[in-house]
Protein backbone atom coordinates (compact mmCIF):
# COMPACT_ATOMS: atom_id res chain seq x y z
CA UNK A 1 0.00 0.00 0.00
CA UNK A 2 1.57 3.03 -1.10
CA UNK A 3 1.61 6.61 1.29
CA UNK A 4 -1.20 8.11 -0.37
CA UNK A 5 -3.77 4.88 -0.18
CA UNK A 6 -2.63 4.40 3.61
CA UNK A 7 -3.86 7.99 4.77
CA UNK A 8 -7.13 7.85 2.62
CA UNK A 9 -7.56 4.79 4.37
CA UNK A 10 -6.59 6.34 7.75
CA UNK A 11 -8.59 9.28 7.31
CA UNK A 12 -11.05 7.65 6.39
CA UNK A 13 -10.98 5.25 9.05
CA UNK A 14 -11.04 8.66 11.62
CA UNK A 15 -14.03 9.60 9.82
CA UNK A 16 -15.90 6.68 10.59
CA UNK A 17 -14.98 6.73 14.39
CA UNK A 18 -15.87 10.34 14.58
CA UNK A 19 -19.18 9.68 13.19
CA UNK A 20 -20.19 6.48 15.32
CA UNK A 21 -21.61 8.48 18.42
CA UNK A 22 -23.66 10.12 16.10
CA UNK A 23 -24.88 7.46 14.16
CA UNK A 24 -25.39 5.52 17.52
CA UNK A 25 -27.27 8.19 18.99
CA UNK A 26 -29.25 8.84 16.03
CA UNK A 27 -30.68 5.13 16.07
CA UNK A 28 -31.41 5.26 19.64
CA UNK A 29 -33.66 7.83 18.85
CA UNK A 30 -35.95 6.11 17.32
CA UNK A 31 -39.59 6.98 16.76
CA UNK A 32 -42.22 6.80 19.35
CA UNK A 33 -45.67 6.09 19.22
CA UNK A 34 -47.12 8.55 20.95
CA UNK A 35 -44.68 12.16 21.04
CA UNK A 36 -43.22 13.77 23.90
CA UNK A 37 -44.91 16.33 25.42
CA UNK A 38 -43.47 20.18 25.64
CA UNK A 39 -43.25 22.62 28.32
CA UNK A 40 -43.75 26.00 28.87
CA UNK A 41 -42.37 26.27 32.75
CA UNK A 42 -42.63 30.03 34.90
CA UNK A 43 -39.17 29.27 36.63
CA UNK A 44 -39.13 32.95 38.98
CA UNK A 45 -36.82 33.16 41.58
CA UNK A 46 -33.76 31.01 41.73
CA UNK A 47 -34.60 30.64 45.37
CA UNK A 48 -36.88 27.65 43.87
CA UNK A 49 -33.73 25.80 43.01
CA UNK A 50 -33.49 24.65 46.95
CA UNK A 51 -36.29 25.60 48.26
CA UNK A 52 -39.46 22.54 48.47
CA UNK A 53 -42.34 25.47 47.69
CA UNK A 54 -45.52 24.97 45.45
CA UNK A 55 -44.21 25.32 42.30
CA UNK A 56 -40.79 22.89 43.03
CA UNK A 57 -43.36 20.29 44.03
CA UNK A 58 -45.35 20.71 40.87
CA UNK A 59 -41.32 19.95 38.97
CA UNK A 60 -41.42 17.17 40.99
CA UNK A 61 -44.57 15.72 40.37
CA UNK A 62 -44.58 16.92 36.52
CA UNK A 63 -40.97 15.16 35.83
CA UNK A 64 -43.22 12.05 37.59
CA UNK A 65 -45.98 12.33 35.19
CA UNK A 66 -44.49 12.13 31.97
CA UNK A 67 -42.68 9.84 29.83
CA UNK A 68 -38.85 9.60 31.19
CA UNK A 69 -37.09 11.52 28.25
CA UNK A 70 -34.05 10.34 26.13
CA UNK A 71 -32.85 13.67 26.68
CA UNK A 72 -34.16 17.14 27.86
CA UNK A 73 -33.56 20.35 25.47
CA UNK A 74 -33.96 23.73 27.35
CA UNK A 75 -34.95 27.56 25.52
CA UNK A 76 -33.75 29.66 28.84
CA UNK A 77 -34.80 33.45 28.74
CA UNK A 78 -30.90 33.64 30.62
CA UNK A 79 -29.18 32.47 27.30
CA UNK A 80 -29.39 35.13 24.99
CA UNK A 81 -26.96 35.46 21.99
CA UNK A 82 -26.08 37.09 18.57
CA UNK A 83 -27.00 33.78 16.28
CA UNK A 84 -28.50 30.50 17.66
CA UNK A 85 -26.25 28.27 19.45
CA UNK A 86 -26.80 24.85 21.36
CA UNK A 87 -24.27 23.59 23.96
CA UNK A 88 -22.36 21.00 22.71
CA UNK A 89 -20.25 19.49 25.08
CA UNK A 90 -20.02 16.50 26.97
CA UNK A 91 -20.44 17.49 30.33
CA UNK A 92 -21.83 21.35 30.79
CA UNK A 93 -20.90 23.26 33.79
CA UNK A 94 -23.96 24.42 36.05
CA UNK A 95 -23.49 28.09 35.81
CA UNK A 96 -24.95 30.72 38.59
CA UNK A 97 -26.03 33.57 36.64
CA UNK A 98 -27.17 35.74 39.78
CA UNK A 99 -26.06 37.58 42.91
CA UNK A 100 -27.22 38.36 46.22
CA UNK A 101 -28.41 34.92 47.04
CA UNK A 102 -27.27 32.54 50.21
CA UNK A 103 -24.45 30.50 49.39
CA UNK A 104 -26.12 27.62 49.61
CA UNK A 105 -27.79 28.37 46.03
CA UNK A 106 -24.10 29.18 44.90
CA UNK A 107 -23.06 25.45 45.98
CA UNK A 108 -25.55 23.79 43.86
CA UNK A 109 -24.26 21.60 41.05
CA UNK A 110 -26.02 20.16 38.56
CA UNK A 111 -23.87 17.45 36.82
CA UNK A 112 -25.89 16.06 33.99
CA UNK A 113 -24.38 14.85 30.99
CA UNK A 114 -24.63 16.75 27.79
CA UNK A 115 -24.92 15.26 24.48
CA UNK A 116 -22.54 16.71 22.04
CA UNK A 117 -24.03 13.95 19.39
CA UNK A 118 -27.95 15.33 20.16
CA UNK A 119 -26.27 18.85 19.46
CA UNK A 120 -25.42 17.57 16.22
CA UNK A 121 -28.56 16.14 15.20
CA UNK A 122 -30.37 19.83 16.61
CA UNK A 123 -27.86 21.25 14.16
CA UNK A 124 -28.80 18.88 11.38
CA UNK A 125 -32.66 19.48 11.89
CA UNK A 126 -32.57 23.51 11.97
CA UNK A 127 -31.68 24.79 8.68
CA UNK A 128 -32.49 28.09 9.27
CA UNK A 129 -30.85 29.71 10.48
CA UNK A 130 -27.03 27.91 10.99
CA UNK A 131 -27.07 26.80 14.32
CA UNK A 132 -23.40 27.08 16.31
CA UNK A 133 -22.16 24.48 18.77
CA UNK A 134 -21.37 25.94 21.88
CA UNK A 135 -18.88 24.78 24.00
CA UNK A 136 -18.49 27.44 26.58
CA UNK A 137 -21.91 28.03 28.12
CA UNK A 138 -23.64 25.13 30.05
CA UNK A 139 -26.77 24.96 32.47
CA UNK A 140 -27.66 28.17 33.59
CA UNK A 141 -30.29 28.61 36.58
CA UNK A 142 -33.19 29.03 33.88
CA UNK A 143 -32.66 25.55 33.30
CA UNK A 144 -30.98 23.94 36.34
CA UNK A 145 -33.14 25.46 39.21
CA UNK A 146 -36.21 24.06 37.48
CA UNK A 147 -35.05 20.27 35.57
CA UNK A 148 -33.00 19.34 39.06
CA UNK A 149 -36.28 19.00 40.44
CA UNK A 150 -37.71 17.00 38.10
CA UNK A 151 -34.54 14.78 37.43
CA UNK A 152 -32.98 14.92 40.70
CA UNK A 153 -30.23 11.87 39.62
CA UNK A 154 -28.92 14.21 37.00
CA UNK A 155 -28.77 11.47 34.72
CA UNK A 156 -30.80 12.46 31.34
CA UNK A 157 -28.60 14.23 29.06
CA UNK A 158 -29.31 17.63 29.14
CA UNK A 159 -28.59 20.70 26.53
CA UNK A 160 -29.79 24.73 26.07
CA UNK A 161 -30.67 26.13 22.79
CA UNK A 162 -30.04 29.98 22.67
CA UNK A 163 -32.03 32.92 21.79
CA UNK A 164 -30.51 35.30 19.19
CA UNK A 165 -31.94 38.70 20.89
CA UNK A 166 -31.32 40.21 17.79
CA UNK A 167 -34.58 38.54 15.94
CA UNK A 168 -38.22 39.30 16.23
CA UNK A 169 -40.81 36.95 18.10
CA UNK A 170 -42.24 35.27 14.59
CA UNK A 171 -38.26 34.39 13.77
CA UNK A 172 -38.29 32.48 17.31
CA UNK A 173 -41.85 30.98 16.63
CA UNK A 174 -40.75 29.90 12.64
CA UNK A 175 -37.27 28.23 14.30
CA UNK A 176 -38.48 26.16 16.43
CA UNK A 177 -41.08 24.20 14.24
CA UNK A 178 -37.79 22.85 12.93
CA UNK A 179 -37.62 20.93 15.93
CA UNK A 180 -40.92 18.89 15.89
CA UNK A 181 -39.27 15.71 15.04
CA UNK A 182 -37.12 15.33 18.51
CA UNK A 183 -40.89 15.13 20.02
CA UNK A 184 -41.02 11.86 18.15
CA UNK A 185 -37.99 11.01 18.87
CA UNK A 186 -38.08 10.93 22.80
CA UNK A 187 -36.71 14.49 23.58
CA UNK A 188 -38.17 16.91 26.25
CA UNK A 189 -38.41 20.39 24.95
CA UNK A 190 -39.20 23.02 27.73
CA UNK A 191 -38.72 26.67 27.26
CA UNK A 192 -38.17 28.72 30.73
CA UNK A 193 -39.02 31.88 31.38
CA UNK A 194 -42.23 33.89 32.62
CA UNK A 195 -45.62 34.81 31.14
CA UNK A 196 -45.34 38.29 33.17
CA UNK A 197 -42.18 39.38 33.97
CA UNK A 198 -41.32 42.97 35.11
CA UNK A 199 -38.96 43.31 37.83
CA UNK A 200 -38.51 46.69 38.35
CA UNK A 201 -42.23 46.77 39.19
CA UNK A 202 -41.96 44.17 41.76
CA UNK A 203 -43.73 45.07 45.12
CA UNK A 204 -40.65 42.96 47.33
CA UNK A 205 -43.09 43.39 50.46
CA UNK A 206 -45.50 41.44 48.94
CA UNK A 207 -43.68 38.34 48.17
CA UNK A 208 -45.13 36.15 50.55
CA UNK A 209 -48.64 37.06 50.25
CA UNK A 210 -49.73 34.44 48.63
CA UNK A 211 -51.23 35.05 44.69
CA UNK A 212 -50.58 38.89 44.81
CA UNK A 213 -50.70 40.64 41.63
CA UNK A 214 -51.33 43.60 40.13
CA UNK A 215 -54.99 43.49 38.47
CA UNK A 216 -52.97 44.30 34.97
CA UNK A 217 -50.55 41.27 35.77
CA UNK A 218 -53.69 39.01 36.16
CA UNK A 219 -55.63 40.44 33.06
CA UNK A 220 -52.53 39.80 30.96
CA UNK A 221 -51.82 36.24 32.04
CA UNK A 222 -55.91 35.18 31.94
CA UNK A 223 -55.56 36.95 27.85
CA UNK A 224 -51.97 34.70 27.56
CA UNK A 225 -53.93 31.69 28.98
CA UNK A 226 -57.27 32.16 26.59
CA UNK A 227 -55.14 32.74 23.52
CA UNK A 228 -52.68 29.82 24.48
CA UNK A 229 -56.34 27.48 25.23
CA UNK A 230 -57.71 28.41 21.66
CA UNK A 231 -54.71 27.95 19.61
CA UNK A 232 -54.36 31.91 18.89
CA UNK A 233 -50.69 31.66 18.41
CA UNK A 234 -50.50 34.86 15.48
CA UNK A 235 -51.99 37.07 18.22
CA UNK A 236 -49.39 35.20 20.88
CA UNK A 237 -46.60 35.82 18.28
CA UNK A 238 -48.02 39.73 18.30
CA UNK A 239 -48.18 40.19 21.72
CA UNK A 240 -47.85 44.21 21.98
CA UNK A 241 -51.13 44.67 20.28
CA UNK A 242 -53.31 42.11 22.64
CA UNK A 243 -53.76 44.87 25.52
CA UNK A 244 -52.32 48.20 26.83
CA UNK A 245 -51.10 46.47 29.36
CA UNK A 246 -48.90 44.11 27.26
CA UNK A 247 -45.93 46.04 27.50
CA UNK A 248 -46.10 45.89 31.23
CA UNK A 249 -46.13 42.34 31.54
CA UNK A 250 -43.44 41.92 28.85
CA UNK A 251 -41.17 45.06 28.96
CA UNK A 252 -38.38 42.95 27.43
CA UNK A 253 -39.00 39.54 25.77
CA UNK A 254 -36.45 37.47 27.09
CA UNK A 255 -38.60 35.47 29.30
CA UNK A 256 -41.60 35.62 26.75
CA UNK A 257 -39.59 34.26 24.21
CA UNK A 258 -39.61 30.63 25.41
CA UNK A 259 -42.90 30.46 25.31
CA UNK A 260 -43.07 30.86 21.31
CA UNK A 261 -40.72 28.20 21.42
CA UNK A 262 -43.55 25.53 22.77
CA UNK A 263 -46.66 27.25 20.96
CA UNK A 264 -44.73 26.20 17.94
CA UNK A 265 -44.47 22.35 18.65
CA UNK A 266 -48.04 22.27 19.25
CA UNK A 267 -49.60 19.91 16.74
CA UNK A 268 -53.47 18.78 16.47
CA UNK A 269 -55.11 17.07 19.07
CA UNK A 270 -52.80 18.22 21.42
CA UNK A 271 -54.47 18.91 25.09
CA UNK A 272 -53.09 22.07 26.78
CA UNK A 273 -52.82 22.08 30.50
CA UNK A 274 -51.62 24.82 32.97
CA UNK A 275 -50.41 24.66 36.50
CA UNK A 276 -48.70 26.59 38.80
CA UNK A 277 -50.69 28.95 37.94
CA UNK A 278 -50.13 31.64 40.63
CA UNK A 279 -48.89 35.83 40.63
CA UNK A 280 -45.86 36.65 42.45
CA UNK A 281 -45.09 40.32 43.86
CA UNK A 282 -47.70 41.75 41.67
CA UNK A 283 -45.72 41.77 38.45
CA UNK A 284 -44.75 38.40 38.36
CA UNK A 285 -47.04 35.07 37.07
CA UNK A 286 -45.10 31.56 37.53
CA UNK A 287 -47.79 30.30 34.99
CA UNK A 288 -46.80 27.27 33.18
CA UNK A 289 -47.82 25.19 30.04
CA UNK A 290 -47.90 21.45 29.70
CA UNK A 291 -48.77 20.98 25.83
CA UNK A 292 -49.01 17.36 24.75
Known amino acids: MNRKNFITLLSGGVAMASIQPFYDWTKGLGEEEEKMPVLFIGHGSPMNAIEDNIFSKRWQQTGKEI ?48 SPELATEIQKLITNPAVELDHDWGLDHGTWSVVKHMYPDADIPVLQLSIDYYKPAAYHYELAKQLLALRKKGVLIIGSGNMVHNLRMVAWDKLNEPEYGFDWALEMNDIFKNKISNGFHKELIQYEKLHKAATLAIPTPDHYYPLLY ?22 LTMTSVKIG
Open 262 to 283: ILALQTDNDKVEFFNDKAVGGS
Open 67 to 114: PTPKAVVVVSAHWLTKGTMVTAMPNPKTIHDFGGFPQALFDVQYPAPG
